[in-house]
């Protein structure tokens, strides 16, 4: 049985040439998968009852299942997701008053070991594939009842679980599969693809995917991001900018470098002089992210002051530094503090609900 979200355009259209149905018949299967969300083939009405019958003996339809959901006072809500295979990750939805945020996972684990995310405390374990990846999009919308004209989801950002970039192919296959006009209908401006920095691979993505970039960043010196951002041992402060220069802007697209603060490491006024010259010439923003703790990590978020300071100083020196407000904190679901190791939460959470019923 072949998982349908797996296919692109093109390989729906083969599969279902193979069954000896006209291509357009795949157009019309896309439309009920992906603009109305349909997750059973008996429901796709204007196809024969043959054709539903070939599809159902053929293919499968599958959404990931939800181990836990919490909702944090501020509306986040944050799924516990379990895959076919019992492996989990979690997605977030970020509600605001003119937009709606999905954050989505890449890996199971994470292949990076950032020492100030919790994810980077978790062992790789595998990547997700193109339909796990689209599958967290399908669910969330299922969970919002976000199929209409005017969606909740408004924007999707890759910074979820993992590192996207290390599984390039199946997540460029689930965005384009959500940008395509005849389904979902994700502009290129609204999804924002976030990499610690695998350089050869932002060159790729910059000629397929020129969704909008964004640079896990956070040191300002080889020195102190090699200890914060391991990976740039392999692809430096240097290399990475030259990449971000080269990525394609189409004259709104800059790029954004995320910079999390983080007590006397990386922010004072000195720094945010550095990064504003590291940068100069790259149309970029700066997302200024207070660091949020989790258990057992080992850093301090700066002070308030120290980030108005530090941001005051990329003001002034023409850049556009936003503070990340914190969202989802009381259910760890900021920015830095996913991990499945909420899967043992969940487990205790899932006995007890056993227990009672």
């Known amino acids: 049985m072949i998982d ?13 040439k193979s069954l000896d149905e006209k291509a357009y018949r795949a157009e019309q299967i896309w439309h009920w998968l992906y603009a109305k969300g349909i997750k059973d083939f008996f429901e796709m009405k204007n196809l024969s009852p043959e054709l539903q019958n070939k599809l159902n003996d053929n293919f499968t339809i599958h959404r990931p299942s939800i181990a836990v959901k919490q909702v944090s006072t501020d509306g986040t809500i944050k799924w516990l997701l379990k895959m076919e295979d019992g492996k989990q990750v979690e997605a977030v939805y970020i509600p605001e008053e003119t937009r709606g ?13 950032c020492s100030f995310c919790h994810t980077g405390t978790q062992r790789f374990v595998r990547n997700l594939t193109a339909s796990e990846v689209l599958g967290q999009l399908l669910l969330a919308k299922d969970e919002l009842d976000d199929w209409h004209e005017k969606p909740r989801i408004t924007n999707i950002v890759m910074m979820g679980m993992g590192e996207p970039l290390y599984n390039y192919d199946n997540v460029a296959k689930a965005l384009t599969i959500a940008m395509d006009r005849k389904g979902i209908s994700f502009a290129r401006r609204r999804i924002t693809l976030s990499t610690s920095g695998v350089v050869p691979m932002i060159d790729k993505c910059g000629s397929e995917l020129q969704v909008h970039l964004a640079i896990s960043l956070h040191a300002v010196n080889d020195e102190l991001r090699n ?38 490491l990386n922010d004072s006024v000195e720094h945010a002089r550095e990064l504003a010259r590291l940068i100069k ?14 258990p057992g990590s080992v850093y301090l978020c700066s002070s308030p002051e120290k ?51």
């Open 4 to 16: 349908i979200h797996n296919l692109s355009k093109e390989e729906l259209i083969e599969q279902i």
């Open 307 to 357: 980030i108005k300071a530090f941001s005051n100083t990329l003001n002034e020196a023409g850049y556009q530094a936003f503070v990340r407000t914190p969202r989802g904190q009381d259910i760890l679901a900021a920015c830095g503090q996913l991990k499945t190791d909420s899967e043992r939460k969940s487990k205790s959470i899932l006995n007890k609900e056993k227990c009672s019923s």
């Open 101 to 113: 945020t999905l954050c989505l996972s890449s890996q199971v684990g994470c292949t990076l070991t």
């Open 227 to 264: 200890m914060l951002v391991p990976l740039n041992k392999k692809y430096n402060l240097k290399m990475l900018l030259e990449s971000c220069r080269n990525y394609p802007s189409n004259g709104h697209n800059r790029i954004t470098f995320e910079y999390v603060m983080l007590d006397k």
């Open 281 to 294: 010439g790259i149309p970029a923003k700066i997302n200024i992210i207070p660091f949020n703790p989790w």
